[in-house]
Structure formats: C-alpha cells, structure tokens
C-alpha cells in the first residue's frame, strides 16, 4: 500500500512538472501570431513572408500580423525577435543576410543557436550581372576586358559592404582580377534602375529586379550568379559557365522562433507552413518573383543550411580584407 501511494504521489508530481511545458502546446494558438521581418515592406523577405502569412491564418484560424522592423542589415529585427517569449507567438523571417551580417557587423545574438528553426519558405532570387544596353559589351569577357583595358572605368552599384551586391561585386573582382569601382546606393533596386537610366554601367541585381528592366531593353544580362540558368530566362548563362566556381549568390526567406520555443509548437507550424509553400497557388506566385520552394523543409534543413552558408560567406568577406568574426554564443 505504502509503495502504491509513494508511486501515485511521484505520478502527480511529474504531470504537474510537466504541465507548465506542455498546456501553451495543446492550446497552441490561441492569439494573433507575430511575424517579425527585419527589412521594409515589399521587399524580397518582406513578400513572401506576407504572403505565407496570409495563407497560413486561414488554416490555423488565428490572425498572422506582420511586424517589419529595418535597420541594420536586419540585425535591428532579430535583436527584437531572439528576446521575444518563446511562446510561438513571435516569429521571425531569416534570410541571407544572417550568414552574412557577423563577418561584417558586430551582431548581439548567433543566428542559428539562438533561434529554433522551423523551416525553409523560399530560395532565391538569384543576382543577376546587368549592364546598361547602350554599352557594347555582349558577355562577360567583353565586360571583364575592358575594366581591365581601363581600371576603375566601369563602376557598379552596390547596396552596402555586407550585401550579396557587394560581395558578388569582389568576388567579380578578385576571380577576374579587375578593379570595377562599387558604388553605394540604397538598395539593388535602386541601383538597377540608375544603371536602366545610364548613370551607372552595371550591378548585380535581384532576377525580379533586372527582369523587367531587361524585358524593355534597358538593360543587358550578362550572366545569373546561381548554379542553374534560370528557367524563365534560359539563354542567360550562369557565372559558374563562364568560368567563375563557386559564384552562387541567392538568397533564401526562412522562418524560425525564439530559442527553447516548445518542440510540439515548432512542429504545428511546421506543418503549415510545410502545406501553404508546397501548394500550387504559392508555388505560382513565387515563380513571379523567381524564387522556388524546396522539397524537404524541416527545422534541421535550414539549421545546416544556414551553418555551411555561414562558412562560405565568411571565406567570401576575406576576398574584400574582412577577417570573419566568431558568432557569438
């Protein structure tokens, strides 16, 4: 008898130990969800996340706000996320610029080990080498010739050092051994359109960006910075192709949550977001903006994904004299 009652006592003292952890699971959501997105609306994070956003509310009947918090390469938004509750309740959008931010900038929390993953939204766009249409050149060899004929000439725009603009732009310069000039703007966008305008000769921008300014003959693709040419603009050669290894500048939108959010939570919106990206209609509006879903997504996916892509940006930032920083613990 006495064991029976010593047994049903530990019984009830491992539930109630227990039920802290596991009743915001079982309820799991009971309020409007916030999606934290480091960089302006509209942007290429800022779009699909909105666009999952609306989606997903619809199937797990809570509302899904969206909460675009810039600045700081997007350091600004994971500071606020990596301290929210880890209560599902704050989520936040990573992307290619927490691989690449800590070799360039001091960053207070480590992208990976502070976050609990919950997959993989989108990947890509790819940057694309575009040029002014006016210039003669017709390949990259005929670019590279002449920024070498001539150093320092020809100038591109770029949108900050820690950048996929930027780096593409030194990884060019370093493999071709050219001096081609950056030049700063607000974004790749912006920098496209001054190079549609004649302002500048060339940048490496974002598919959507240099597609429709390519569509009206402003300005000439020369070359994608992916590992495939891109399906909806196949006769673009990759920089791989051309003879530059290595040259795969893409970004990617993930989703992830607080570090110690509950592991039946991650897996809940895993599930759903698992069913919104992989449906056609998603799919379709990815397409747009040329950017693919990739088959397996799960919380480790992204997690190793983003450890490798961490160590290759980091051998990339010493191509411009950056000594890559220890992510911090």
């Known amino acids: 008898m006495k064991n ?16 802290p952890a ?28 909105r666009i999952l956003a609306a989606m997903m509310q619809e199937r797990i009947g809570q509302n899904i706000v969206i909460e675009n918090k810039a600045g700081g390469s997007g350091v600004v938004g994971g500071s606020f996320a990596v301290k929210a509750p880890p209560d599902g309740y704050t989520l936040f959008a990573n992307s290619v610029a927490d691989t690449q931010n800590l070799h360039y900038i001091p960053v207070p929390y480590n992208a990976v080990d502070d976050f609990a993953m919950i997959g993989t939204i989108v990947e890509g766009p790819a940057l694309v080498l575009i040029i002014d249409a006016k210039l003669p050149y017709k390949s990259v060899a005929e670019l590279v010739a002449a920024a070498k004929a001539d150093p320092k000439k020809i100038s591109f725009g770029t949108s900050g050092p820690a950048t996929s603009p930027a780096i593409a732009l030194t990884q060019l310069n370093s493999l071709a051994k050219t001096e081609i000039v950056g030049v700063p703007y607000r974004g790749s966008g912006e920098a496209a359109r001054n190079v549609a305008a004649g302002g500048i000769e060339g940048v490496f921008a974002y598919y959507s960006q240099a597609k429709p300014l390519a ?27 051309l003879g530059y290894p290595n040259f795969d500048h893409r970004g990617f939108v993930g989703l992830a949550a607080p570090a110690n959010t509950p592991a039946p939570i991650i897996a809940f919106l895993n599930k759903h977001l698992n069913e919104v990206v992989h449906s056609e209609a998603f799919r379709q509006r990815m397409d747009a903006l040329g950017m693919t879903v990739p088959a397996d997504i799960t919380p480790e996916k992204l997690a190793e994904f983003m450890r490798r892509e ?15 920083m220890t992510p911090p613990r």
């Open 4 to 19: 029976r009652l010593q047994l049903g006592l530990l019984g009830v003292l491992l539930a109630a130990a227990l039920w």
């Open 22 to 49: 596991s009743a915001p699971a079982q309820s799991y959501p009971n309020r409007t969800i916030t999606m934290v997105v480091p960089f302006a609306a509209g942007g290429l994070t800022d779009v699909p996340v």
């Open 215 to 241: 569509d009206d003959g402003k300005v000439r693709a020369l070359a994608v910075a992916s590992p495939h040419r891109i399906a909806s603009w196949p006769d673009v050669p990759t920089m791989e192709e």
């Open 310 to 324: 961490t160590a290759r940006q980091g051998a990339l930032a010493k191509l411009s004299g950056h000594q890559p």
